[in-house]
């Protein structure tokens, strides 16, 4: 059975910096795509990063690139996105999701899904 077990998430001030970790269990990470969405409140959904399968080739929205950093340990079957310079707009709760292959992951690729992590950025 597949799964994606997010953590990491908390309250942080604008500036500061926070490390999301997406465990997986069931398959490896080394061979699929993991995705980052981010789902604030009243607004949908949205892809914030992507590591793909094999070559581990990445990808960010513009509003984060530079920013934020998706990277992958296979001995720990885990992927992470460290958060920096953290901005109130970057507030929502963050979800993974995995999909075998390559980014980026869209709606028509049938994916699994953590339960996502809160991540509230404010003074």
């Known amino acids: 059975q597949l799964q994606l077990v997010e953590s990491g998430g908390g309250l942080v001030q604008p500036g500061g910096s926070l490390r999301l970790s997406c465990a997986a269990s069931g398959f490896s990470v080394e061979y699929y795509a993991i995705g980052w969405f981010r789902q604030a409140p009243g607004k949908e959904r949205e892809g914030v990063s992507c590591i793909s399968g094999s070559d581990g080739n990445t990808d960010y929205i513009d509003s984060v690139k530079g920013r934020f950093t998706v990277s992958r340990d296979n001995g720990k079957n885990t992927v992470y996105l460290q958060m920096n310079s953290l901005k109130p707009e970057d507030t929502a709760v963050y979800y993974c999701?995995?999909?075998?292959?390559?980014?980026?992951?869209?709606?028509?690729?049938?994916?699994?899904w953590g339960q996502g992590t809160q991540v509230t950025v404010s003074s």
């Open positions: 999701a995995a999909v075998f292959g390559y980014c980026p992951i869209v709606p028509d690729r049938p994916a699994t």
